[in-house]
Structures are given as C-alpha cells and as structure tokens.
C-alpha cells in the first residue's frame, strides 16, 4: 500500500484543478491498485478521480495498453454524441500536465487518471436477473460500437491472453513445477482439469472471425445506474483488443449467473442458474444481435464453458505457484477460487443441453 502523501503527489501530476483533499483504497479488482481521490476548489466543489497504478508485472507495455484505451474511449465517446449523458457513459481519461494519458512516478511506477462515475456502481456478485441483464447488454453494446474501430488493429495487451490451449499448457507446467509444494493437496482439482483437456481447444479451433472484444467482461466491470439500474459504463479496458465474441460471452456468463463470491468456500452456493442465465443471453444478443455471425452464436455456450473451465485452472495454476499473479487476501484464496470456477463447470455441463435449446429458440 502507498502512503496517501505518495499519492497525492502523483495526483497532481494530473491536470486537475484545486486543492489535493484525500486519496482512498478503492473496488475489489484483482490485478492494479485503485483509489478514490478528491480535490477541492474554495466554494466551487472540486474534482473526483479514480488513480490507478498499473500493474506492469502484468501489463508489461503500459504505454501501448493506454494507447489502445485512448483510442477506445475517443471512438465511443464520439457514437455517444449529443446523448446529456454522455461523459457517464464512457471511461473518460485525464491527461497529465505534461498532455500524456499516464504518468511515470520517481521510482518509475505507471499511474493512469479517469474521471470519478458518479450515480452509478459495481458489484461483486450479481443479485438479480435485472443486473444480469443491463449488465450484459452494456458489454454487447460496447462490442458493437467497437466493430468500426479505424485505424490498426488494437495491441495485444497481454498477448495470448485467452488462448485457453497454451493456458493448459501452462497449468501443466505449473503442476510440474510445483513450485510452493501444493501439488499434493489438489490432486483431486488437477484430476479435474486433466480430464477435461479437450475443453480448452473449443474456440480458438473453430475458426471464428476475429473481433475487437472487452476481455475481461465480469460484472464488478460494468457500472450499473443507481437509480435505473441500467448498466450505463463499461469500465476496466486494459484488456480490449483482438477477441472472440465468445470470450467476453463466457466472462459473463461465469459471473452474473452465479450470486455467490467467486472465493466462496460454501460450494453448495455455487451453480448456474438458468434464469440468470437467460437474462446474460437476451442481455447480450440486445446490445450484440445484429453484427454476430451464426457461427459466433453457435459457438456462445462453447464461450461459457471455456472461459470458465480457463478461469478454473488459471486459479488453480496460480495457487500451485505460490499466488504470484491474482491478489490474495488469505492463503487458499486462489484454490477457492478455483473451486468455485470447477463447480461452475459441472453446473453448466449439466445444462447444456438446455442453455443450447434457449438459444436456438431465440433465432440462432
Ligand atoms: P482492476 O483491473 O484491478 O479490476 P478496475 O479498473 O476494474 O481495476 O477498477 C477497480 C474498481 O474501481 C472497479 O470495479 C470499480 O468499482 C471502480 N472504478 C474503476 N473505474 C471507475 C470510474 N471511472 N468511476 C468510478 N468507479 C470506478
Ligand atoms: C482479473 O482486473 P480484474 O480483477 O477485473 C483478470 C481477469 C480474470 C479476473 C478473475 C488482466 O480481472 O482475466 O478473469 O481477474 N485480469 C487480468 O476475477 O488477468
Ligand atoms: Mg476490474
């Protein structure tokens, strides 16, 4: 944690008028540190931010992932002209004094600026099937008025980011390291993910065309209205770039159809409810329907069912490595985690056939 005086310093390398009033922790995101920061003007109220400090251990060319979100919020903000809402609706980035969209601190740490989101807020897990659905439909919007993007195809944030085949990969590397000396206490959540191999092979070989894709489409990344509930910001763009319609399709999915805690120890709370499920579904094809191939909707529940299972044995190969990569609070997080991710899996394997059916019946 950084001193709110180391903070406050790197705030006003903002271009931010007033006076530094106070820096605060902020949301529950795995992979920066966030916080709420406040300035004050006299009498004229002030300035309210989200300050991040970016992870470059996982985003190791944060100079070309705030180049991508540049380029994303200028696009939108520009389709959601003459709309009175407008600046609510799309993450708006702060340039620093110097007319850059990051700051580099003294002791070179990357730092990024938005505008606080007032009215409007996240969740952890989803309560309602309201919420599953304003929340899917922001993410199809948000896809959709990415599909004109001009100009060069986006970076790769973090390249090979759901190629699910190299995941496993990876996971059976990391069982093989066993580099925390964990490995004999998952031998049952390793079994799991060993007989379930195939599964990561699903999208990547089916030749589907490839998008500009969100990426990391859970729902504590879409900012829902307090009053109307509609899911009016898609937030947390380090990972937009090059995707599958699926990918950002099964990231929500595995997380606004289940309302338990994606570290939730209780199992039996955790499953796929198909009204949730429903909600995702029509949520989605609302903000998505008119550009998706049928072979992009075909492949939808395959999404689901990758990404969930690729979440699962991230987790998994993360506890086996001494949690190196997500933040952890308490030691056996990332296993839970994992866990969650695995009974989620049985969950929708078991009503497959029913999730295909729903979809076909509302025109694929
Ligand atoms: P991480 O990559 O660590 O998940 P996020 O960009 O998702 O970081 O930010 C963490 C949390 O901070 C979000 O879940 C959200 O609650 C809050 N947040 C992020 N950006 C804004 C914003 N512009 N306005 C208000 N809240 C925000
Ligand atoms: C991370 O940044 P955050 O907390 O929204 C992770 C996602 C995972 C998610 C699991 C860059 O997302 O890929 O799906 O945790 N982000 C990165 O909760 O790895
Ligand atoms: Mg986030």
């Given at each position: 944690?950084?001193?709110?005086?180391?903070?406050?310093?790197?705030?006003?390398?903002?271009?931010?008028?007033?006076?530094?009033?106070?820096?605060?922790?902020?949301?529950?995101?795995?992979?920066?540190?966030?916080?709420?920061?406040?300035?004050?003007?006299?009498?004229?109220?002030?300035?309210?931010?989200?300050?991040?400090?970016?992870?470059?251990?996982?985003?190791?060319?944060?100079?070309?992932?705030?180049?991508?979100?540049?380029?994303?919020?200028?696009?939108?903000?520009?389709?959601?002209?003459?709309?009175?809402?407008?600046?609510?609706?799309?993450?708006?980035?702060?340039?620093?004094?110097?007319?850059?969209?990051?700051?580099?601190?003294?002791?070179?740490?990357?730092?990024?600026?938005?505008?606080?989101?007032?009215?409007?807020?996240?969740?952890?897990?989803?309560?309602?099937?309201?919420?599953?659905?304003?929340?899917?439909?922001?993410?199809?919007?948000?896809?959709?008025?990415?599909?004109?993007?001009?100009?060069?195809?986006?970076?790769?944030?973090?390249?090979?980011?759901?190629?699910?085949?190299?995941?496993?990969?990876d996971f059976e590397s990391a069982v093989n390291a066993d580099a925390a000396g964990r490995a004999k206490h998952v031998q049952e959540e390793i079994a799991f993910a060993m007989k379930r191999r195939s599964v990561a092979g699903a999208?990547?070989?089916?030749?589907?065309?490839?998008?500009?894709?969100?990426?990391?489409?859970?729902?504590?990344?879409?900012?829902?209205?307090?009053?109307?509930?509609?899911?009016?910001?898609?937030?947390?763009?380090?990972?937009?770039?090059?995707?599958?319609?699926?990918?950002?399709?099964?990231?929500?999915?595995?997380?606004?159809?289940?309302?338990?805690?994606?570290?939730?120890?209780?199992?039996?709370?955790?499953?796929?409810?198909?009204?949730?499920?429903?909600?995702?579904?029509?949520?989605?094809?609302?903000?998505?329907?008119?550009?998706?191939?049928?072979?992009?909707?075909?492949?939808?529940?395959?999404?689901?069912?990758?990404?969930?299972?690729?979440?699962?044995?991230?987790?998994?190969?993360?506890?086996?490595?001494?949690?190196?990569?997500?933040?952890?609070?308490?030691?056996?997080?990332?296993?839970?985690?994992?866990?969650?991710?695995?009974?989620?899996?049985?969950s929708i394997e078991r009503q497959e056939l029913e999730m295909i059916k729903l979809l076909r019946s509302i025109g694929c």
């Open positions: 944690m950084i001193e709110e005086h180391a903070v406050a310093a790197v705030a006003r390398a903002f271009q931010i008028d007033g006076e530094f009033e106070s820096a605060a922790r902020y949301g529950s995101g795995h992979i920066h540190d966030t916080y709420s920061v406040r300035f004050h003007e006299g009498g004229r109220g002030g300035a309210h931010l989200i300050l991040q400090h970016i992870n470059t251990k996982i985003f190791k060319n944060p100079v070309a992932v705030m180049e991508n979100i540049r380029r994303v919020t200028t696009h939108v903000r520009a389709k959601l002209d003459g709309l009175p809402d407008a600046d609510q609706r799309v993450l708006q980035l702060v340039p620093t004094r110097e007319g850059r969209v990051w700051h580099v601190d003294q002791e070179g740490q990357y730092w990024r600026a938005y505008r606080f989101i007032e009215s409007a807020r996240t969740f952890d897990e989803v309560r309602t099937e309201r919420q599953a659905f304003e929340a899917a439909k922001a993410f199809g919007q948000f896809q959709r008025m990415l599909a004109d993007l001009p100009g060069e195809r986006l970076s790769e944030s973090i390249p090979h980011f759901h190629d699910t085949p190299r995941r496993f990969a999208l990547v070989e089916a030749g589907l065309p490839e998008r500009v894709t969100h990426n990391d489409t859970k729902l504590n990344n879409v900012m829902l209205d307090e009053q109307t509930g509609e899911g009016i910001c898609v937030i947390d763009l380090d990972t937009v770039m090059p995707g599958l319609a699926g990918y950002d399709f099964g990231d929500m999915v595995r997380t606004m159809t289940c309302p338990a805690a994606e570290d939730e120890q209780d199992l039996s709370q955790v499953e796929m409810r198909f009204s949730f499920f429903e909600a995702v579904l029509r949520g989605y094809l609302t903000g998505a329907a008119d550009f998706l191939t049928a072979a992009e909707r075909e492949s939808l529940i395959s999404g689901a069912k990758v990404i969930v299972f690729e979440q699962g044995i991230r987790f998994l190969s993360d506890h086996l490595a001494g949690d190196t990569y997500y933040k952890v609070s308490r030691s056996g997080q990332n296993l839970d985690r994992c866990r969650t991710q695995f009974k989620l899996l049985e």
